[in-house]
Structure formats: structure tokens, C-alpha cells
């Protein structure tokens, strides 16, 4: 009933930008939690960013200060990559929470290397 579609990913090298979308389609309530979570190989998915329905930006440690997570509408996200660093390579993929359950992007590639 819910789809998430991400583009942006691709090769960058450290030190460079890239800026992830994710547009959300189906059934959407105008409140809902929307953002970015990434998975490296043999790592658990952890949380980059999230807009809460409260309005606040919960984002993680290592991404503050150089990611930033916008919302144009209550389906649409971006999420803006600057300096990014090796350690960032992951799928990252677009996460939605509504109605009482977590949605899933199929996910899209970041690979930062020289």
C-alpha cells in the first residue's frame, strides 16, 4: 500500500556531495516520521536522520554537521551529503512510520572512495 522510492546514490569521492530523494506513494497521512536509515556490508541498519511527527530532527553523531535531511511535503525527502567520508559507504535507504508501522525504501548506494 506504501512505496518508497530512492535515487541519488552512486560513487563519490571523500570530501564530496551527494543528495539522496526518497518519494513516498500509496496511502500517506500528512503526520508521519520520514527519513534515512543505511546498512553497511555485515553491519546492522542504523538510523542517518528522521523528521518525527512532533517536527524535530533526530539525526545521528556521525552524520551531524555534514548531512541535513529536509522535507518538501509530507511524502518527499531529501537527504544532503557534504563531506562525506569513506566511512559512509552503505545502502541507504528511505524509512517511513505511519499508521503504526515502519515502511522501507528498497534502498540506494553510497560508495565514497578515492
Known amino acids: 500500500q506504501v512505496q518508497l522510492v530512492e535515487s541519488g546514490g552512486g560513487l563519490v569521492q571523500p570530501g564530496g556531495s551527494l543528495r539522496l530523494s526518497c518519494v513516498a506513494s500509496g496511502t500517506i497521512r500528512n503526520m508521519n516520521d520520514m527519513g534515512w536509515y543505511r546498512q553497511a556490508p555485515g553491519k546492522q541498519r542504523e538510523l542517518v536522520a528522521v523528521?518525527?511527527?512532533?517536527?524535530?530532527t533526530n539525526s545521528a553523531d556521525a552524520v551531524k554537521g555534514r548531512f541535513t535531511l529536509s522535507r518538501a511535503k509530507a511524502n518527499t525527502v531529501y537527504l544532503q551529503m557534504d563531506s562525506l567520508k569513506p566511512e559512509d559507504t552503505a545502502v541507504y535507504y528511505c524509512?517511513?512510520?505511519?499508521?503504526?508501522?515502519?515502511?522501507w525504501g528498497q534502498g540506494t548506494q553510497v560508495t565514497v572512495s578515492s
Open positions: 523528521i518525527t511527527s512532533a517536527g524535530s
Open positions: 524509512y517511513l512510520y505511519q499508521f503504526g508501522r515502519p515502511y
